[in-house]
């Protein structure tokens, strides 16, 4: 066991490999910790590809934590009728449950929509511009006495007394965690596509999150970018596409051909896309662990999850306070840290995981009596009691709350 007896917070060094939110929000609960991070990113530039997300209640009260939520709110659209379920053929409102007030009285927090850019951005307004590292790829790691050596392509080495992958799905933190192997490929895709307000119909310009749920697919939509773009994400069959990166280009014509015969509305909305991305969804059971003596992974690396519940980045957020809390609260030991803070975020994140993958099946019945069950169960369930454990979480309070020895 690595332990160094009398460390204090501020004597850690902590390497957090990969930029994305998961990253930077570690580094931004370290900051606030008063443990110093370097992230280490091999993107020359932080940007968020993709276009939009969901920032729930549980990811909200995160931000107000920072003292970043503002930023946030600058561009991000405050959901009032948080859901809405439409039939895929004839748009019929099959369920629709207000998110706003109602929302905020139940869990202490807004739900937001927004451009995934501006929540990166407002996650990095709270970590020091001296502690980023642009493009900068690992290449190896190497348990020393003390800490871990980091080896990057251009030859250069870094030694840390922590290691945090936050490097997604495709991880190299986690070869050198446990022996999972690869993803693998579920049969779906997904496609994004934003539309410019001024084009799109007026039904999704609504600050509304609505799902279009029909056989084999569904489609979500909600403005973004203080409602000057309609973000669209749509799922369905991955047919012979495999290529699994949110930058791969896909054909509009292929998307639309997809949902062709759906409503006329959506179709109308469909038609005002110019472009489009595509990518094939990548499934991997759950990681029998998460950390080894002073490496750890974090976000997508950890538990990557299908977008169905759109809790990736909120469940990386939660990811990032404990870790941080963890280390700020027993600095002399790093990898019993670190186990405590497995101990606490692999249970929830695991069941988040295991529920994204449900959604899929339920999402895309066909058309006979399972589709019309669960249509009919819309109306006699209320999904902000049914999603309390989720939205309702604050990840420091557990933290405050759990043993401190894992």
């Not at 927090?109 to 990095?124: F, M, P």
């Not at 539309?195 to 489609?219: I, M, S, Y």
């Not at 997508?300 to 990811?319: K, S, Y």
Request: hydrophobic share 40%; net charge negative.
């Amino acid at each position: 066991m690595n332990t160094v007896d009398g460390r204090r917070a501020s004597d850690l060094r902590v390497a957090v490999v990969g930029g994305g939110i998961g990253g930077l929000a570690t580094a931004a609960f370290l900051h606030r910790a008063g443990i110093e991070a370097t992230v280490y990113e091999q993107a020359p530039a932080l940007t968020e590809v993709g276009a939009g997300l969901v920032v729930s209640p549980n990811a909200v009260r995160l931000l107000r934590s920072l003292g970043r939520l503002d930023r946030l709110r600058e561009r991000a659209v405050p959901l009032q009728v948080g859901w809405e379920f439409r039939r895929w053929e004839d748009g019929r409102v099959l369920f629709s449950q207000n998110l706003g007030e109602e929302c905020e009285q139940r869990f202490g927090e807004q739900s937001y929509v927004a451009h995934r850019a501006d929540l990166l951005t407002a996650v990095k307004a709270a970590v020091p511009e001296s502690w980023l590292r642009l493009g900068t790829r690992l290449a190896g790691l190497r348990r020393l006495d003390r800490g871990v050596e980091l080896t990057f392509a251009d030859g250069s080495r870094e030694v840390a007394d922590v290691v945090v992958g936050a490097d997604g799905v495709h991880t190299t933190v986690g070869q050198f965690v446990t022996a999972a192997g690869s993803p693998r490929f579920s049969g779906m895709c997904a496609w994004r596509s934003l539309v410019a307000a001024e084009n799109a119909p007026a039904f999704a310009r609504r600050p509304v999150q609505t799902l279009w749920l029909g056989p084999d697919r569904h489609l979500v939509h909600y403005p973004i970018s203080a409602g000057k773009q309609i973000n669209i994400v749509a799922f369905g069959p991955a047919h012979d596409w495999t290529t699994e990166s949110w930058s791969a280009e896909g054909r509009i014509e292929d998307l639309r051909a997809e949902f062709a015969g759906w409503s006329d509305d959506l179709e109308a909305l469909l038609s005002a896309a110019e472009r489009t991305g595509r990518w094939a969804l990548l499934d991997r059971d759950p990681l029998p662990r998460w950390t080894d003596g002073p490496v750890a992974l974090l976000g997508d690396a950890a538990h990557p999850m299908f977008p169905f519940f759109a809790q990736g980045a909120a469940q990386a957020m939660e990811d990032a306070a404990v870790l941080a809390g963890c280390l700020a609260g027993l600095p002399e030991d790093p990898p019993a840290a670190l186990r405590r803070y497995e101990d606490i975020r692999r249970p929830r994140a695991t069941r988040v995981q295991q529920m994204s993958r449900g959604r899929a099946e339920s999402n895309h019945l066909p058309d006979g009596p399972a589709q019309r069950a669960r249509d009919a169960s819309f109306t006699s369930e209320d999904p902000l009691a049914h999603n309390e454990w989720l939205y309702g979480h604050d990840a420091e309070l557990v933290l405050r709350e759990s043993p401190t020895q894992p």
